[in-house]
């Protein structure tokens, strides 16, 4: 019944941008915290960032920083990463998470309760 729904990446050259969405469906979106994560291939999955229940958004992965921007659309029930200056080392297979009624700035896997698909971003140099 719930069911997360990443879109937007795809293949672009260095310092193009993309903006991934994360639509929400089956929960109470603005009472759940969010966040983006990504995985490149041979990789672990790490975090990128979390967004609260109200919208205060936390950086973790700090190769990211003043290039991608959290905002989040409660009317429509979807999470955005904009991502700016994209270089070869963001290539990645990016997922949303929504986290658990309880859970709010933790931004740690084992708290996300329901997970996407996923989307893949490619960027050449």
């Known amino acids: 019944q719930v069911q997360v729904v990443e879109s937007g990446g795809g293949f672009v050259q260095a310092g193009g941008s993309l903006r991934l969405s994360c639509t929400v469906s089956?929960?109470?979106?603005?009472?759940?915290?969010m966040g983006w994560f990504r995985q490149a291939p041979d990789n672990e999955r790490v975090r990128v960032g979390c967004?609260?229940?109200?919208?205060?958004?936390?950086i973790y992965d700090h190769s990211v920083d003043g290039r991608f921007t959290f905002s989040r659309y409660n009317a429509r029930n979807t999470l955005y990463l904009q991502m700016n200056s994209l270089k070869p080392e963001d290539t990645a297979m990016y997922y949303c998470?929504?986290?658990?009624?309880?859970?709010?700035?933790?931004?740690?896997?084992?708290?996300?309760?329901?997970w996407g698909q996923g989307t893949q971003v490619t960027v050449s140099s």
């Open positions: 998470g929504t986290f658990r009624d309880v859970v709010d700035g933790s931004c740690i896997e084992r708290d996300v309760e329901y």
């Open positions: 967004t609260t229940f109200s919208g205060t958004v936390t």
């Open positions: 089956g929960l109470t979106f603005d009472r759940h915290a």
